[in-house]
T-cell receptor, first 114, second 113 residues
Framework: DAGVIQSPRHEVTEMGQEVTLRCKPI?????LFWYRQTMMRGLELLIY????????DSGMPEDRFSAKMPNASFSTLKIQPSEPRDSAVYFC????????????FGPGTRLTVT | EDKVVQSPLSLVVHEGDTVTLNCSYE??????LLWYKQEKKAPTFLFML????IEKKSGRLSSILDKKELFSILNITATQTGDSAVYLC?????????????FGKGTHLIIQP
């Protein structure tokens, strides 16, 4: 299995622009998680899906952030409009089964907003 | 609010030393504690602990959970330079959902040759 796939790996954009991050979970996994990692705040859970349905989005910082999972093999995290404080590494992770917390992380997208 | 505190925040030791990393937590509805290793990329899974007092072991790494005192330790014996990484502790569930994880800030471990 190729593991969790994220794209792009690096994104540099200007403040105010829309940013879309993409994730393909491991085939067969029914949970998908979006995290953000910064030096100041560490690794934070933004939102997670179970069987393509958003379960908890309490970690999404603002209305500028939105996430979708149209099918079992694809999810997006969108920031519109982007701001410099959104600069971070965004990880997608997937896992199987409600009782398992062994989450497999993708390589991350390093976002820089200037 | 759920909280995970790791100590020390950073640690520098020499190759061959033994290190102990600490993780304490406050979670409303504890189910499991996980350890991850993060080098210059994504976190990779090490251990998941759900029961007190049962040691999990993988090579030179071992971990144990104390659910009464709400902490876990990760031991690394005979350290090697390849052990240099950030070690993350996570506890779940967290937040409003059934499966989210709360991560600590991590311990940055540096092994000097």
């Amino acid at each position: 299995d190729a593991g969790v796939i994220q794209s792009p790996r690096h994104e540099v954009t200007e403040m105010g622009q829309e940013v879309t991050l993409r994730c393909k979970p491991i085939s067969g996994h029914d949970y998908l998680f979006w995290y953000r990692q910064t030096m100041m705040r560490g690794l934070e859970l933004l939102i997670y899906f179970n069987n393509n349905v958003p379960i908890d989005d309490s970690g999404m910082p603002e209305d500028r952030f939105s996430a979708k999972m149209p099918n079992a093999s694809f999810s997006t995290l969108k920031i519109q409009p982007s701001e410099p404080r959104d600069s971070a590494v965004y990880f997608c992770a997937s896992s199987f089964g409600a009782s398992s917390y062994e989450q497999y992380f993708g390589p991350g997208t390093r976002l820089t907003v200037t | 609010e759920d909280k995970v505190v790791q100590s020390p925040l950073s640690l520098v030791v020499h190759e061959g030393d033994t290190v102990t990393l600490n993780c304490s937590y406050e979670v409303t509805n504890f189910r499991s504690l996980l350890w991850y290793k993060q080098e210059k990329k994504a976190p990779t899974f090490l251990f998941m602990l759900t029961s007190s007092g049962i040691e999990k072991k993988s090579g030179r790494l071992s971990s144990i959970l104390d659910k009464k005192e709400l902490f876990s330790i990760l031991n690394i014996t005979a350290t090697q330079t390849g052990d240099s990484a950030v070690y993350l502790c996570a506890v779940g569930p967290s937040g409003g959902g059934a499966d989210g994880l709360t991560f600590g800030k991590g311990t940055h471990l540096i092994i000097q040759p």
